[in-house]
């Protein structure tokens, strides 16, 4: 048995994760366990190792934001900037019930169109039972000021500006009269409405409003915006990418027969970078780079002046001597320890592109001018 060192295995890119589960199972098969050195990831012990980032994205897999409605009167249950999973509960109103006595004298049914200006702000529009809706006036389309809402075009119902529709059910406005004589009317979804009608006398502590939660349709990271009439809840999708697509690592110390029994036969798996015919090891900068992604060593960060200044100073911006084509040392993040030329300069941003050859392979990365120095 040799020392371990690092190795890449070349796959297809799309079947990291099949050829790590494949290699893994021949490791114990073969029982060459003592032979590679084996990781704990995220609870789940591995020989070989797939790094990956997770990245936040806003956008869906069918391309649309995942957002939330949540009126004032419900209770967030989740917690902003937090992750969800799919079907925990983000948002609970309470049901309601009557503070003091009263008498229901009124219970209107009536339809409720809600519509998003621009501006984010809403107007809602009551419409009698007896109305029919346009067919067209649904969930999510956009609507022009001057559209009339009813199918007779009745014009005390036609939308005032221009936005889109976010909102469209069925209520019941319901008129209490208190025994002090004071009139107060409610409006109540008629699907959380507890069986209420005209002429009943209701006592104080009788529920006239069921509970109602809202669940997250998807998992990921739950941002909330307020605005005048109403939070706006969005669940920001936690994708994990591959760091290195088309590559598997190892710490091997096989014999080289055995390294290439290792990955003979396993679909998916093409060779060890290096060499077609031997492995070769991983040294240098690339081995810290794959550790580092995989969370085995820490990430170095720049020294800057601005850890200097204090609260009351304003932070000076980082004057460059640098130019597009200069190959510099990055040393700062992940990518330390490499060189490469700068392909970008960005100086609103403060930011550079730097292009660094990775197995061969040139790769962008995009660092803060804090993060190269001159060779």
Not at 21 to 36: C, M, P, Q, S
């Amino acid at each position: 048995m040799r020392l371990k060192k690092w190795y890449a295995i070349q796959t297809y890119a799309g079947s990291e994760l099949k050829v790590k589960e494949d290699l893994n199972e021949r490791i114990h098969k073969r029982e060459w366990e003592k032979g590679v050195e084996s990781f704990t990831i995220e609870g789940e012990e591995t020989f070989f190792l797939v790094p990956v980032e997770e990245v936040i994205t806003s956008r869906s897999r069918r391309g649309a934001g995942t957002e939330y409605r949540i009126p004032y009167d419900y209770d967030l249950v989740a917690k902003p900037n937090e992750r969800v999973q799919r079907g925990e509960v983000i948002a609970r109103k309470a049901p309601r019930h009557m503070e003091e006595d009263a008498k229901v004298t009124e219970v209107e049914a009536l339809q409720r169109v809600i519509v998003e200006m621009t501006n984010r702000n809403e107007e809602v529009y009551l419409i009698p039972a007896e109305k029919r809706i346009r067919r067209d006036i649904r969930v999510g389309e956009k609507i022009r000021n001057g559209v009339p809402l009813t199918s007779d075009s009745d014009e005390h119902y036609v939308v005032l500006n221009r936005g889109t529709i976010v909102s469209r059910d069925k209520v019941r406005r319901v008129t209490f009269v208190y025994e002090d004589g004071k009139e107060k009317s409610r409006l109540i979804p008629e699907k959380y409405l507890v069986k209420v009608r005209k002429g009943i006398n209701l006592k104080t502590g009788d529920r006239v409003e069921s509970e109602d939660q809202i669940s997250s349709r998807a998992s990921g990271l739950l941002k909330v915006k307020e605005y005048k009439d109403k939070r706006i809840v969005t669940i920001q999708r936690i994708e994990k990418r591959r760091l290195f697509p088309g590559y598997v690592f190892g710490r091997i110390g096989l014999e080289e027969e055995e390294m290439m029994a290792l990955i003979d036969g396993v679909k998916g798996a093409v060779r060890y970078v290096g060499s077609r015919y031997k492995p070769m090891p991983i040294e240098g900068p690339e081995m810290k780079l794959i550790k580092r992604k995989a969370g085995l060593l820490a990430i170095p960060t720049a020294a800057t002046a601005a850890a200097a200044t204090t609260e009351a100073s304003a932070e000076p911006r980082i004057e460059i001597d640098f130019t597009v084509g200069e190959v510099v040392e990055i040393v700062e993040g992940p990518f330390a320890d490499f060189t490469g030329s700068i392909k970008e300069i960005d100086k609103d941003a403060e930011e550079v592109t730097v292009m660094v050859k990775i197995f061969g392979r040139e790769t962008p990365v995009r660092l803060g001018f804090e993060g190269i120095e001159k060779l």
